[in-house]
């Protein structure tokens, strides 16, 4: 199994404890001995505290893929023909989840952000920094 495999699977075991641990909690509020205001306000909470965590996470992307990008900027300079067209291709995409990043950010703080599209944003930060610095230590290897 390779390194990105491993990290991979990191990763996915990473987000399976965090759903179970969600869903445990969940339950756990759920089934305790509190009145329905309580528990409503206890849901909220943590529904809060979910949001709040991932902003923090799409915030760390942007600046990892701002600097990111500006590597690969760099970097594509000293670069020619096929390599230089595939980091371009790779930093364009960078360029786009950040972007995207940066929208949803201003959406969460307007309120009109959807979990979804706050996962979907944060997934996609992820594989273009993951990417982009992946090419960059491939490309340094070669040099």
């Known amino acids: 199994m390779g390194k ?3 990290s991979k699977e990191i990763k996915r075991f990473a987000l399976g404890a965090a759903f179970a641990a969600t869903a445990g909690y969940m339950a756990g509020v ?3 001995p509190k009145s329905g205001k309580e528990t409503r306000a206890d849901i909220h909470r943590r529904v809060v505290a979910s949001k709040v965590e991932a902003e923090k ?4 992307l942007h ?3 701002n600097s990111t990008i500006n590597d690969a900027k760099g ?3 000293e670069l020619k ?3 230089k067209a595939e980091l371009e291709d790779a930093t364009d995409k960078g360029v786009k989840a950040k972007e995207k990043a940066r929208e949803l950010l201003s959406a969460l703080h307007e309120g009109d952000a959807d979990d979804k599209d706050l996962q979907k944003a ?3 930060a992820k ?6 610095k992946n090419y960059l230590k491939k490309d340094l290897k070669k040099a």
């Open 75 to 77: 970097r594509a300079g």
């Open 81 to 83: 023909g096929k390599a």
């Open 57 to 60: 996470q799409l915030k760390r």
């Open 127 to 132: 594989t273009a920094v993951d990417h982009l």
């Open 63 to 65: 600046t990892q893929l």
């Open 30 to 32: 759920l089934t305790a």
């Open 4 to 6: 990105s495999d491993r």
């Open 122 to 124: 944060i997934d996609e």
